[in-house]
């Protein structure tokens, strides 16, 4: 990868969908992942393998990985978050899967019903179980840089399970901070130690913009060293177990800065700002992310 290149992970169809008042039609669903890989995205998380009572936005995974053309150089992924789900996934044909569990022992048990150990037993179960079926590996921690159950999580744990998921072979490593409680003095202070720990494997960053400091941390994650982060079109996004949680950084909002810093995506922010209009059009009601609705206006010009 070009050191000037980021990759950016699209969220938009999973986290942005899960957390909404009405659940978007399969239609609209597999139309906005054609359109987003035609606007240069070249990974996409289309879904999740849980629990239909539980995240109803999630009910069509199936159906909709059925629906799904293979695409070259584009990765289609799903997040599962259980050995049912690792299952599920592989019935379904995804070669991608995000497994995840959190760093707080409170968020676990209320997102996966599981305490902090018992989750970390069943994540090395999962990617024993992806690895068996060839499926590549992204491990994910959540909550890494707070709680609003537990407040701060202290840095020791986040390193030694990163081990933990190391030692499972993960070949890729997330860091989300879900409840966007993160600094960029944190982000300075993690990420060199984590890019340490890891190697080789490389490093996505997630971010959530509940305390409006996600681009600011993303800027400190870039000086850093981190070249991969997830957005979701419009900054929808947010987790159904997370007190006051809130999007995703916006795609639109977070490529066109990286654009404006000289880094380069392959996105075309115009075509991403399309989508995010037609949910807002679906929806009824503007989206978090600021720049898709300025990119939209006639004449509107990007330096």
């Known amino acids: 990868m070009n050191s000037d290149s980021i990759i950016i992970e699209e969220q938009g169809l999973r986290d942005g ?5 009405r659940i978007l039609p399969l239609d609209m669903k597999l139309d906005f992942i054609r359109r987003l890989v035609n606007a240069g995205v070249r990974r996409i998380q289309v879904t999740s393998f849980v629990h239909p009572k539980w995240v109803p936005a999630m009910a069509d995974a199936e159906e909709l990985c059925s629906a799904l053309s293979p695409q070259t150089g584009v990765e289609f992924s799903a997040l599962v978050l259980n050995n049912k789900g690792v299952e599920r996934a592989v019935s379904a044909g995804i070669q991608y899967v995000a497994a995840s569990i959190s760093a707080s022992d409170a968020h676990s048990r209320k997102n996966a019903n599981k305490s902090l ?14 690895r068996q079926h060839h499926l590549v590996v992204r491990g994910g921690l959540q909550c890494v840089f707070g709680c609003r159950y537990e407040g701060a999580i202290a ?17 890729e490593m997330a860091f989300a901070d879900s409840t966007g409680m993160g600094n960029p003095l944190q982000m300075k202070r993690m990420l060199p130690r984590l890019l340490e720990l890891c190697g080789n494997i490389p490093i996505t960053l997630h971010l959530h913009n509940t305390e409006n400091k ?23 996004g947010g987790c159904p177990f997370i007190q006051g949680a809130t999007g995703n950084i916006a795609t639109e909002d977070t490529v066109h800065m990286l654009h404006q810093m000289g880094y380069t995506t392959g996105i075309d922010l115009q075509q991403v700002a399309a989508i995010s209009r037609d949910m807002q059009d679906w929806l009824g009601s503007p989206l978090p992310g600021l720049m898709y609705s300025l990119l939209l206006q006639n004449n509107f010009r990007l330096n």
């Open 117 to 130: 150990e018992d989750a970390k037993k069943e994540f090395r179960e999962m990617t024993a179980l992806a």
């Open 155 to 171: 840095e020791d744990l986040i390193y030694d399970m990163t081990k933990h998921h190391l030692d499972c072979g993960v070949q």
């Open 214 to 236: 996600g681009y600011a941390n993303v800027v400190a994650a870039l000086e850093s060293g981190i070249k991969q982060f997830d957005t979701a079109y419009g900054g929808l």
């Open 17 to 21: 969908l899960q957390n909404l008042p």
